[in-house]
T-cell receptor, first 113, second 112 residues
Framework: DAKTTQPPSMDCAEGRAANLPCNHS???????VYWYRQIHSQGPQYIIH???NNETNEMASLIITEDRKSSTLILPHATLRDTAVYYC??????????????FGQGTILTVHP | DSGVTQTPKHLITATGQRVTLRCSPR?????VYWYQQSLDQGLQFLIQ???????AKGNILERFSAQQFPDLHSELNLSSLELGDSALYFC???????????FGPGTRLTVT
């Protein structure tokens, strides 16, 4: 699985958009970008994933650069409950044997009132 | 609520003992994963089972073992416990496509 690099911490004001970057310059053509978050000692929570097109769901948007070497997770209107550690993970998608998620250090996002 | 349940929530035991952690996956999910989260190592993948069979192995110690039963629930057995085994243990499950993994609330193990 490709290695990812994320800033250790970021701050965001409540109600503003939170943009969390991730570098994955060694990503392979068959590897997807996944985002998970972990709110203080709770189980990690799946947010979104994508291959090369931008993706949006009810939680967030994922913007992947054309060369796929980096991506940005966007929380459009951050709330205090979005304070968490956000993990960017790159891995081969699907199948029954490719389940392993390799978590890095992630980005600690703190949303301020 | 992810639909994945884990028991017990907390476990305190002494060094040298053996414990069993239990996980029930989301309804219909065939894959179960175990992860360990300690302060110094972060979140680490231990092992994956798919429909009763071991499919992938990570940084799992020989003192640890797991299995998945016909009803798809899984158990993680930790033996000869050491102080360093104190950690949060998470179970996750996923469907056939294996896209998203849904994590349980975890079991906090404290070895004294």
């Amino acid at each position: 699985d490709a290695k990812t690099t994320q800033p250790p911490s970021m701050d965001c004001a409540e109600g503003r958009a939170a943009n969390l970057p991730c570098n994955h310059s060694t990503i392979s053509g068959n590897e997807y970008v996944y985002w998970y978050r972990q709110i203080h000692s709770q189980g990690p929570q799946y947010i979104i994933h994508g291959l090369k097109n931008n993706e949006t769901n009810e939680m967030a948007s994922l913007i992947i650069t054309e060369d796929r070497k980096s991506s940005t997770l966007i929380l459009p209107h951050a709330t205090l409950r979005d304070t968490a550690v956000y993990y960017c993970i790159v891995r081969v998608q699907g199948g029954t044997s490719y389940g392993k998620l390799t978590f890095g250090q992630g980005t600690i996002l703190t949303v301020h009132p | 609520d992810s639909g994945v349940t884990q028991t017990p929530k907390h476990l305190i035991t002494a060094t040298g003992q053996r414990v069993t952690l239990r996980c029930s996956p989301r309804s219909g999910d065939l894959s179960v994963y175990w992860y360990q989260q300690s302060l110094d190592q972060g979140l680490q993948f231990l092992i994956q089972y798919y429909n009763g069979e071991e499919r992938a192995k990570g940084n799992i110690l020989e003192r640890f073992s797991a299995q998945q039963f016909p009803d798809l629930h899984s158990e993680l057995n930790l033996s000869s416990l050491e102080l360093g085994d104190s950690a949060l243990y998470f179970c996750a499950s996923s469907g056939n496509r294996g896209y998203e993994q849904y994590f349980g609330p975890g079991t906090r193990l404290t070895v004294t």
